[in-house]
């Protein structure tokens, strides 16, 4: 008798690439929050036409999501599935035409506020106090301090679930509060955004001020996600967090954030589940006490599962 065939890795079934995939890649460094199981395989695209002849070739079978730096990110504790796109060095330039930036997707927020601002380009300052990258701020539409990617975007540029390029205006993406409504497949590759002339000083100063504002007021230094919950419509998140009495909660390593209560921090051992089961449970008591369900802000990924 003939003895069964073993399936193929999946590796060997992607097509090759000039990037670099990895298997079994540990996610938990790769986040925030510093949690989670492996990716079946991380792929880091050398450059966009890379990233366009995976996605052209890979096989329909196979699940693909591109993250950031995971700042609004939590990995389950079983691992994601299928194919971790993570968009490295080919996708970081910033350039300054006019009052024009045009940024790559894996170009930290933090970075096109500075080359704006050394640009004399002002009006991208709140992007200064946002960990994530320009991908990231895509997806989730960005915000602070009374601004959004969508107010400042002239273009969007990802590449469809099959390779193919397209291009999209803030109104076409459907942006609204965290939200987008851009396929599910769409890898953001680059950004066109707007600001405006301004003094180099000036713009430095604001983001030195924004600097200050988010030590005082949110747990930087933490392993956090970010804030966890949007804010339904009238109310701020934080506030109901406090009414329903969940300043402190604690599950596991996991906590809500005494600094600011919208914020969970992993103390040192949380596992994904401690820190899902703890937003769970603040949403509950939520719901109890004031009658409103809270919405997850962070996004979830991968399969439930043993903490390694
Ligand atoms: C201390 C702290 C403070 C924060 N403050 C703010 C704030 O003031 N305002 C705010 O809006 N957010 C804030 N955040 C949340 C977070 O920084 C933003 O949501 C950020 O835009 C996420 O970017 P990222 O690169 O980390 O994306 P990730 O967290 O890695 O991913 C977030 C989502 O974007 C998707 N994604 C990432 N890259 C791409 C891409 N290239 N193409 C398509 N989809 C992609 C992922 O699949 C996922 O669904 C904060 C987070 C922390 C930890």
Not at 134 to 149: D, F, H, P, S, V
Not at 182 to 209: N, S, Y
Request: glycine share 14%; hydrophobic share 45%.
């Amino acid at each position: 008798m003939m003895a069964a065939l073993a399936a193929p890795r999946l590796i060997e079934r992607l097509p090759r690439v000039r990037g670099r995939y990895s298997e079994g890649a540990a996610l938990a460094r790769s986040t925030w929050f510093g949690v989670g199981g492996p990716a079946e395989i991380m792929f880091r695209p050398a450059d966009e036409d890379d990233l366009a002849h995976f996605l052209a070739q890979r096989p329909d079978d196979v699940p693909v999501v591109a993250i950031g730096v995971g700042s609004n990110l939590l990995v389950r504790d079983g691992g994601v599935p299928g194919v971790v796109v993570r968009l490295g060095q080919g996708f970081v330039d910033i350039e300054v035409a006019g009052t024009d930036v045009r940024a790559g997707a894996g170009a930290l927020d933090g970075n096109v506020a500075i080359v704006a601002g050394d640009g004399g380009v002002a009006g991208l300052e709140f992007l200064s106090g946002i960990p994530g990258t320009i991908g990231g701020a895509l997806r989730m539409n960005a915000g602070a301090y009374g601004r959004e990617i969508k107010d400042v975007l002239v273009r969007a540029d990802a590449l469809d679930g099959r390779g193919r390029r397209v291009s999209a205006s803030a109104a076409e993406l459907g942006m609204a509060y965290r939200r987008t409504a851009a396929p599910e497949d769409w890898i953001f590759v680059a950004a066109t955004l707007k600001g405006a002339a301004g003094d180099r000083q000036a713009i430095h100063a604001r983001m030195a001020e924004i600097a200050r504002e988010r030590e005082a007021t949110q747990p930087i230094r933490a392993r956090t996600g970010g804030s966890t919950f949007k804010n339904p419509p009238g109310h701020k998140a934080w506030e109901l967090i406090e009414q329903a009495g969940c300043r402190g909660l604690a599950r596991g390593g996991a906590m809500v954030s005494e600094k600011h209560c919208n914020f969970l921090i992993n103390t040192g051992g949380a596992t994904a589940n401690d820190l899902e089961s703890l937003g769970e449970d603040v949403r509950a008591r939520v719901r109890a006490a004031c009658g409103i369900a809270l919405e997850w802000e962070i996004k979830r990924i991968g399969a439930p599962g043993m903490a390694a």
